[in-house]
């Protein structure tokens, strides 16, 4: 009788260093809901920007002024574009290969939208985007003095 009792003890020191060693993941209540992957492509304002920078990130400058547009809401002639590349050669190097840490968006019209992006936690670039034969393109960029509090963030990967 003795004997039996020392092996349900055994087995119940056992099962609680089981418990004790797996942490709470036996005990979780529900899932952290896992941010959605952004699309970089024209069909999005916020992949357009994305893609705006990972083309000037990459040094590519005639890719990324193809994704350009005037504020008026027409497309650049070849003129235009080709007088662009220096611009957009420099604001390629404002952003240095940053990491996209914050983001907001703010829909003016169905057809326009303003965004804020945080690069590094600490420089703020607002860039507007309009939609033009069903696809977004960038009309403006500049650095901004924008500061983006913590809560406004928005997870995602890209």
């Known amino acids: 009788m003795k004997n039996n009792f020392s092996n349900k003890n055994l087995i119940f020191f056992f099962f609680f260093l089981l418990t004790l060693f797996s942490g709470c993941e036996l005990f979780t209540v529900g899932k952290k809901p896992k941010p959605k992957p952004l699309e970089i492509s024209q069909r999005t304002p916020l992949g357009v920007v994305i893609l705006f920078k990972t083309e000037l990130d990459s040094t590519n400058s005639y890719a990324a002024v193809k994704l350009l547009a005037s504020p008026k809401g027409t497309h650049y002639s070849a003129d235009e574009k ?58 403006e960029y500049r650095e901004d003095s924008v500061y983006l509090a913590p809560s406004k963030f928005m997870d995602f990967k890209y």
């Open 82 to 139: 080709f007088e662009l590349l220096d611009d957009l050669s420099r604001f390629g190097r404002l952003l240095e290969k940053k990491p996209v840490t914050g983001f907001t968006k703010d829909s003016v019209s169905p057809v326009a939208t303003n965004i804020h992006l945080q690069l590094d936690y600490y420089k703020t670039f607002a860039f507007s985007t309009i939609n033009l034969d069903g696809k977004w393109f960038v009309t």
